[in-house]
C-alpha cells in the first residue's frame, strides 16, 4: 500500500492525533488530498463525527416550542456521494464500507445498508461496530435469516446479540454459554449471560453473575442497570445503595448509573427524587427506553397517571415490543377505572410477551373488574397464565373461584385439586388451603364420593376456625348415610 | 415531557417572518404624508395591509412559503410596484450578512410601532398600533428575537442565507437531489452483479424514497402554532366532511412531515386517525387514537374543553367517547356500547358534565340507529341516574328515557349544537315510534297509542330555532383563518371570475358561492346541523305521505346547504329526488339523473348512490319482467350490508323486501310468503314498526296473487292499523287499495265494499301517489265497476274506458308490462261489449305486445354493464 510512503505515513499520523484529540474537521482538512485507503476512511469518519458532534449541539439550540426540530447531519449527502462513488468503482475497504453502511442507514436507505454491512462483515469480520449497525438493522427474524454472512465465530457474538434484541432469549443464552466455553475469561459474555438470564427472571443466579463480574472488574457502569433491577426486585436496600455510590464515583453521567440512582429511590420510597434521576437518565440518553418505563412507574406510584401514561407511551414509541410499558398503560388506565380501554394495552402486551404469567394475570383482573364483568373472559386469560408458570399462584385459585361462582363444580374441583396440589408442593400455608379443602370436601360429599370427602374433611380438622367444625359435622353427616344405607336425612336425627 | 404541556402560543422567528418584517417596514414607514413613499393610491397601500394580514393569519398550509412564493404573490397585489417591492425585499434580507445586521434590523423595527404614550397623534401620521394584528406580530418577532441565544442568531442568518439563495436556485438544487437518487440506481446495478447469491437486489430504492421526500433539507419551517392548528382543524373538518376526497397517503405525508418538524404536536395523531377512520383502516385508526390520548390526555385541541377546568387528571373520558363513536363507525354495536358506557362512568366520576352530554347523544344515536333487540346487562349500572325508572324497560323506552335526559343535559350546558343535534333525533324517534306509559304498574293516563305529527314538527322547528340565534360558541381561530386563506387563495384569480363563472356552466357554481359563505359566522358544523334538519323534514313528510313537502325539503337542502353538507348527506338528497323522480316521471329520466349524481359522487365509498341505482335497476326489472336480472340486483344489495346482525339494518330490510317481491313476481308464492314473513319477524324484533306496516302490506298482497284472499285480509287490516298508528298516510292509501282488491277477488258481491275503498282512497293516491300506485287504483276500479252486475258498460262506457285510458298512460312511462297488458285486456273486453272492433283489437294488439315484452324479457342496454 502506498501508505508505506512515508510522507503520507506523517500526515495519517498528524490526522489520527487531530483525531483522537476530537479536532474532527482539523483531522478531515490534513486529509484533504490523500487516496490511501486508510486515510480516506479516516478523512470520511472524521467528517462523520464532526457532522455528528455538530447535530447533537444543534438539537439543543434548535428546540422549539413543539419539540425538537430534527437536526441532520450535514456530512451526510456529500459522504455519501463520496463512498458510493468509492464503492462503485470498488476502491473501498471493509472499514470504508462500514462507514458507508453507517451513513445509508441514517438517511434511511436500510436496504442498502444492510448488504453493505453484510459485505463489510464478510471481508472483515473483527469490526464489532458494523456488527453491531448490522444487528440495529435486524429487527424480525425473517430479515436476519435473509442475511448472507460468511461463517465465522465473530458471526456467533452477532447471532447472540440479535437474539437477545429479538427476545429469543433462550436461544441466545445458548449462543453465550457455547461462546464462553471458548472465551472464558470474557467479561462481556458473562455480562451478556447475566442479561439473558435477567429475561429469562432468573434472578437469583443473575445477581451471582453481577457479583462475581464486579469482582473482575470493579469500575463497569454498562449493564450495571439490569443487576440494580435485580436489586430492586429482591428489595436489597443497602447492595443498591453500594452499587450506587460505586458508579457515582465511576462516572455521573451515564444514563445507567442515573437510572441506578432513581432504582435506589424508588425503592425507598421517594418517588419525586426517582424521577429526577430518571429524567437526567433520559437527558443523556433520550431513547433510553428502561427508564421511560420505569419513570412511567414512579408516576404511577406518585398518582400522576398522566405522566405515567406519557412516559409508557414514549417507551413504547421508541419500541413497539416493549411488553413491560404496555403493561403499565393498561394498569394505568385501569387505575382511572377505565378497564375496557385498558384492555387494548394488555392485549399489546401479552401479544408481545405470551409466556409472562402476570400480563395474564393483569388481563384477567381486567376483565372480571366490576364495570366490565366478563368472566368467561377472564377466565380464559387465567388458563393460559396457569400454563406459563405462574410464580405467584393467583392464576389457579382464581380459576377454581369463578368456575364455582359460574356454577361449574367440575371444573372449579379440578382446579381446586391443582391449586392444592401446587401448595403442598411448594409448602404453603394459607386460607387459600382451607377454602380449597373446604370446597372439596362439600363438593366430594354432594358426589356421593365419601371417600375423597372423608380425606378432605380429615385435613381440615388440622385447622382451626369454623372449618374445622363444618368439618366434623360433615364428617358426622357422610358416617351416618353410609351406616344407615340406604341414606336418610341426618337431619332428622338430632335432637 | 411527559405530564408537562407545553405553552401554546410560542413563536420562532424565521427568515419568513424577517420578510414580512421587512413588508410591514414598508407598509408603516414612519411619515407625515397620508399615502407612505412607494405607494400611489390608498387601495394599493390597504392591499399590502390586507396582504400582511392575510400571511400571518391563513391556515392553508403547514409550511411557510419560500421567497420566491412571496415574491409571485407580491407581484399579484404590488401591481405597479411590485418591482419595487421585491427588489426592496431581496436587497434588504441579503444585506443581512452578520449577526450585528440583524441587531440592528429588530431595533429599526422597533421604530416602527408607535410607543405606547402616541395616544395623540396627528390624522395624517402612518403609525403601526402595537396592539394591532400586525402589531402584535411585530412585537411577537421582536421579542421571539431577544430571547433568542447567540447561537439561535447565527442559526437564524444561515437560514436566511439558505432561503435567499434557494429563490435564486430553486431549479438547481433540485437537480441535485434528482442527481442522488440516480447516484444510488447506478451503484445498485454493479453490486448485485458482484455477489447475487440468491438476494433480492431491486428492493432498495423504494423503502427510502417516502423517507427521503420527507427529508428535510434547510430552509423548511413550520408555520406558527396558530396557523398550524387552524390548518389541522380545518383538514379535519374537511375529512369529516368528504373523507374520500382525500388520499389516504398525499396526506399522511403531509403529517409525517409535520410530526417530524413538531414532534410534540400531538395533535397530527388525531388527524391521522380521522384519515384512517375515513379510509376504513381499522388498525391505523385504532393505533393513532389511543396514541393521541396517551400524549394529550385529551387537553389538546378540543374546543369545547373549557380551559379553566382543565385538570391534573387528564380527559380521558374524551378518549372513550372518540373510541365509541370510532366502534360505531366501522360496524361494532357491542364494543361502540361497551365503550361509550365506560364513558359515560368515567365522565361521571370526573364530573365532565360536557362529555356526559355529548357521549349521551352518541349512545342515543347509536341506539337508534342500530338495532338492539336488548340492552339488558350492557345499558348497567352507569345509567341508572338516567333511566332510574328501572331496568325493565324496552330498548325504546330506555332510548326515549336517554333521549329525554340528552336533551336536559345539553340545555342546561348551553351546547347549542347538541341541543339542536338532540332535538332532530327526538323528532326522529318521534317520527317512527309510539309513545307507550314508561311505569309498568300504578296508574296509567290513558294514551293515544299513536304517533304524533305535530310533536315531530315542532322537535323540528326547536332544532331550527336554536340554530338560527347560533351565536359563536368556538374559537375563532377557524373563520378568521380561513377568511385569510380564501382571500390568499383568491390572489391568484383574475378579478371578475367571480361573475364569470356565475354564468359559466352547473359544475362551478359552488365557487362564488363557497367564497361567499367563507366571512359568514356561521361555521360549518351549524350549517350542517340546518341542511341535516331539513333532511329530516324530507324524511317525515316522506313517511308520513306527502310526496311534494318531501320533495320541496330535498330541494331546499340541495340548493343552500348542499356546499356545507358532508358528501354523504348531499347524496342522500340526491337519492330522495331520484327516487321522487322514479316514482312520479318513470325510469328514464330518473336513470339520467342518476347519471350526473354518479359523476358528483363518484369518490364516495359504500354509496348510496350505488344503492339507489341497484333499486331502480331492481324495480324496473321487475316491471319489464326480467325476473333474473332482478334476483341478481337483489343478491348485490344484499351483499352490500354489513355481516353482523343488527348493522345496516335499513339495507338488510330493503334487501329482503325485494327479494320476497322478486319471489312473488315469480310466481313463487310460498317462498315469497316465508321470506315476508322472517322479515316480519325481524322487524317485531327489533321494533321497527313502520317497516312492519310495509311488510304486511306485501303479505297482503303476496296472499292475493296466490289467491288466498281471506288470509291476505286481516294481513291488510293489520297493516291499516300500523298505518293509521304512525300516521302513513299514503301507504295506507295503499294498503286500502289492497284491501279493496281483495274483497273485489273474494266475488261479485263485494264490489260495492271494494268500490267504497277505492273512492275513499282516491284523493290521497292521486294527489300523493306514484305513476304505478295510481294506475293500479284505476284499474282496480275499472274492475269493481266491470264486475258489478248492477253496471252496464254501454250506458256507461265512459266511467271504465277513461281510468283504463288513464292507467295505460301511466303504465307506459313505467314500461309495466303485466299491469298494463291487464288494463288492455280490460279494455278489449269494454270495447267488445260496445262492439267497436276496431278498437277492440288495437287494445288486444296492445295487450298481445305487452305480454310478449314480458314474457322475452330483453334489455337493450345492458343496465349493469356499467354497474
Known sequence: MEEDEVIHGDFYLLAKSYFDCREYRRAAHVLRDQTGNKSVFLRCYALYLAGEKRKEEEMIELEGPLGKSDAVNRELVSLERELSSLCKNGMIDPFGLYLYGLVLKEKGNENLARKVLVESVNSYPWNWSAWSELQSLCTTVDILNGLNLSNHWMKEFFLASVYQELRMHNESLSKYENLQGTFTFSNYIQAQIAKARYSLREFEQVEVIFEDLLRNDPYRVEDMDTYSNVLYTKECFSALSYLAHRVIMTDKYRPESCCIIGNYYSLKGQHEKSVIYFRRALKLNKNYLSAWTLMGHEYVEMKNTPAAVDAYRRAVDINPRDYRAWYGLGQAYEMMGM????????????????????????????????????????????????????????????????????????????????DLERMEAEEREGPNIVEALMFLATHYKAQKRFEEAEVYCTRLLDYTGPERETAKSLLRGMRMAQSSFPSMDVEHFHP | MAGVLKAPGAFAITPHKVSVCVLVQIYASPSQISIPFPFSSVSQHNRLGLYLLALTKSCDDILEPKLEQLISQLREIGGLLDHWLTDHLTSRLSSLSSPDDLFNFFNDMRGVLGGPDSGVMEDDQVILDPNSNLGMFLRRCILAFNLLTFEGICHLLTNIGIYCKEAISSCSSYELRRLDDSDIEVFADPKSEHNDKGRESSSYSSSGDLLR???????????TNWQIQGYLMEQADAIEKDGSSFTLNAFELTLRQLQKLAPELHRVHFLRYLNSLYHDDYFSALENLHRYFDYSAGTEGFDFVPPAGCNSFGRYEIALLCLGMMHFHFGHPKQALEVLTEAVRVSQQHSNDTCLAYTLAAICNLLSEIGFSTTSGILGSPFSPMTSVGTSLSVQQQLFVLLKGSLKRAESLKLKQLVAANHLAMAKFNLTHVQRPLLSFGPKTSMKLRTCPVTVCKELRLGYHLISEFCCEGSTMTTDGAFSTAWLKNLQKPVGSLVLSQDNSSRDNSNPFLFCTQPSSIPGSVLQLVGSSYLHRATAWEIYGSAPLARVNALVYATCVADASSSSDAALVHVKLIQHLAVFKGYEEAFSALKIAEEKFLSVSKSRILILKLQLLHERALHRGHLKLAQQVCDELGVLASSVTAVDMELKIEASLRHARTLLAAKQFSQAAAVAHSLFCMCYKFNLQVESATVLLLLAEIHLKSGNAVVGLPHALASLSYCQSFNLDLLRASATLTLAELWLSLGSNHTKTALTLIHGAFPMILGHGGLELCARAYIAEAKCYLSDPSFSVSDNPEVVLDPLRQASDELHVLEYHELAAEGFYLMAIVFDKLGQLEKREEAAASFKNHIMALENPQDGEDPLSNA
Open chain 1, 339 to 418: 378497564p375496557h380501554y385498558a384492555l387494548h394495552y394488555f392485549r399489546k402486551s401479552v401479544f408481545f410477551q405470551p409466556i409472562d404469567s402476570r400480563l395474564w394475570i393483569a388481563m384477567a383482573q381486567c376483565y372480571e373488574s366490576e364495570q366490565l364483568h366478563m368472566l368467561e373472559e377472564a377466565i380464559k386469560c387465567y388458563k393460559r397464565a396457569a400454563n406459563c408458570n405462574d410464580t405467584e399462584a393467583i392464576a389457579l385459585h382464581r380459576l377454581a373461584k369463578l368456575h364455582r361462582e359460574l356454577g361449574y363444580p367440575e371444573e372449579a374441583a379440578f382446579y381446586y385439586r391443582k
Open chain 2, 213 to 223: 421526500d420527507v427529508d428535510l433539507n434547510g430552509g423548511v419551517f413550520l408555520r
